[in-house]
């Protein structure tokens, strides 16, 4: 899928808004004072993100035949909206690669180190677990591994 028709571009930045500014939400709530501690906020984030996007895929992949004879319009702007306009708003790898930097430029190296490995495994097992609970609230959904790396 690519965001090429208008209604999905809007979609896009209709669900990126909404998820920046929860992420904002987030910042605001658990601030990152010192660049030699952990980033909780931004790594909370991206794992919550990361969860959910499991969640939302399964939703929307098990429920995607059945949209597109009933809703194709809805079939074909949930992934837009929700995952990369929501999620992608919500989570956020520059943030995550500037605090990574900040803490190496701190002299916490150790500690970048341990963010960046925590950050990728975890939420690789984040989306895993993500698919297994969409899975058993919605049915499970076949994963289409080209159409996840579109969004």
């Excluded at 010192?34 to 399964?58: E, K, M, Q, R, Y």
């Excluded at 909206?81 to 520059?94: N, Q, R, Y």
């Excluded at 605090?99 to 895993?128: K, R, T």
Aim: proline letters at 4%; a positive charge.
């Amino acid at each position: 899928m690519t965001a090429s028709r208008p209604d999905e571009l809007i979609a896009v930045a209709v669900g990126g808004v909404v998820g920046a500014l929860l992420r904002a939400s987030i910042s605001v709530a658990v601030p990152h004072t010192s660049p030699d501690s952990w980033p909780w906020a931004t790594f909370l984030t991206n794992l919550l993100g990361c969860l959910v996007l499991g969640v939302i895929l399964d939703w929307a992949d098990s429920r995607h035949d059945r949209w597109s004879r009933s809703h194709p319009r809805r079939a074909r702007l949930a992934r837009p909206l929700l995952a990369s306009g929501l999620l992608g708003g919500f989570t956020t790898f520059s943030t995550f690669s500037l605090e990574a930097f900040g803490l190496i430029d701190s002299g916490a190296l150790a500690l970048a180190i341990g963010y960046a490995v925590a950050s990728v495994v975890i939420g690789v097992v984040m989306v895993v677990i993500g698919r297994r609970l969409g899975a058993l609230a919605f049915g499970a959904a076949r994963i289409d591994l080209r159409q996840d790396e579109l969004l």
